[in-house]
């Protein structure tokens, strides 16, 4: 179970991270911040992918 809340609150966060990435388009090019915002969203998005790995192999691991 708190593998699940976990995973929701890492999609969330990956989520807001690409929203904002979206709206502030032009602002962060206008500003040369594009690899900073890379940087971030590709951390959100392993922290992302670990927590669902880790929910799917204990999902699969209690089945067996």
Do not use: M
Not at 22 to 51: D, M
């Amino acid at each position: 179970l708190q593998g699940d809340w976990s995973s929701d609150v890492c999609s969330s966060d990956l989520n807001t991270v690409a929203q904002e990435n979206l709206a502030g388009v032009r602002t962060v090019k206008s500003f040369a911040r594009e690899p900073y915002e890379i940087k971030k969203f590709r951390k959100h998005n392993q922290k992302y992918c670990r927590s669902e790995e880790r929910r799917v192999g204990k999902e699969c691991r209690s089945r067996w």
